[in-house]
């Protein structure tokens, strides 16, 4: 029988494996009812960041998703040491994760439909861009034109990742011009900003959606208070780095709750790929059609045959896309 030591040290209260502290209301959450509730707060409706896999497990229709580029690996380039050396700080992450890098992407269906997706994961360097994160959103990209299957790329990032440096950089230019492609098939593209959406991943794809969805409360700027307010040379509004705010000035289209987004997306679907003419043909012109952006996304796709357009509810729809 153990000896019981009067001394021993008390057990927490709260083991961290059981119990998570919710940052919005302080509430002890249980951690197998937070993953019930999606890993939203049930008091606060507080989202808290998920992985990439998980996401992909809330968004497609279940055992649907193939996983494409698994084993693209980043490369120390540049020799990059820190507080730590790049390929330990890959190391570190990639245990801590499972993943090679901070993105995965492949094809599933969504309501049925095939869908092109790409999920980045803030657990890994803060879900930072370097060549490898930029190559499968640009690879995701290039799957929805070649199968003619709307893109969706979601977003949970710090920006551009430091350690790669230049290399990082050129992600932006590389994942704009498939975007770009995209839009020239006249593919739709939806973009889920989530928290964080920041640095260059706002600064490129993130807000270029022809839908740009958010989830509540998510923090979408390019850069810190500090930076921001130094370069327009005047103070930001309080709240101005939220969801919230972009909603208000045109840069989000819609912020969905998390419980809502599977709904949310099936329904955009429905809403952007026209039934199949038959014979599997571009649809004409769009000089043809009415100028709405709607209207010309409509048509796009001809792979689906039972894509009832469901008008998404209103709300917080707004008229336009925010793309330029
Ligand atoms: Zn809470």
Not at 98 to 118: E, F, H, N, Q
Not at 125 to 149: L, T
Not at 263 to 270: D, F, K
Request: proline share 8%; charged share 20%.
């Amino acid at each position: 029988m153990p000896v019981r030591l009067p001394f021993r040290p008390r057990r927490d209260a709260y083991p961290p494996d059981l119990w998570t502290k919710c940052p919005g209301c302080a509430e002890m959450l249980f951690n197998k009812q937070l993953d019930k509730t999606l890993r939203v707060c049930p008091h606060c409706g507080h989202h808290f960041r998920i992985s990439a896999r998980m996401r992909i497990d809330q968004l497609v229709d279940p055992g649907s998703f193939v996983e494409r580029d698994a084993d693209l690996t980043p490369v120390d380039s540049l020799g990059f040491v820190d507080l730590k050396s790049y390929p330990d700080r890959l190391l570190a992450a990639q245990l801590a994760t499972g993943l090679r890098d901070a993105a995965v992407w492949g094809i599933g269906t969504l309501g049925g439909k095939p869908i092109s997706i790409c999920v980045m994961d803030f657990f890994f360097i803060g879900g930072s861009m370097g060549p490898v994160v930029g190559e499968k959103v640009a690879r995701a990209g290039e799957a929805a034109v070649a199968e003619r299957i709307p893109l969706l790329i979601v977003s949970s990032s710090g920006g551009a990742r430091m350690q790669e440096g230049t290399y990082s950089l050129m992600q932006l230019v590389k994942t704009m011009s498939v975007v770009e492609r995209v839009k020239a098939a006249r593919v739709p593209y939806i973009s889920l900003m989530t928290d964080p959406t920041t640095g260059g991943v706002f600064a490129s794809f993130a807000v270029v959606g022809d839908v740009n969805l958010a989830e509540p409360n998510a923090l979408i700027r390019f850069a810190g208070d500090r930076v921001s307010a130094g370069t327009i040379g005047e103070e930001l509004p309080p709240g101005y780095a939220r969801a919230e705010f972009w909603i208000s000035h045109g840069f989000v289209d819609r912020i969905v709750p998390r419980a809502k987004m599977r709904e949310e997306l099936i329904a955009l679907l429905g809403f952007l790929i026209a039934p199949s003419n038959g014979h599997g043909e571009p649809p004409p012109s769009p000089t043809s059609r009415p100028r709405s952006f709607l209207n010309a996304l409509t048509g796009a796709l001809g792979a689906d045959n039972n894509g009832e357009a469901r008008a998404s509810e209103a709300g917080q729809t707004r008229g336009e896309a925010s793309n330029g």
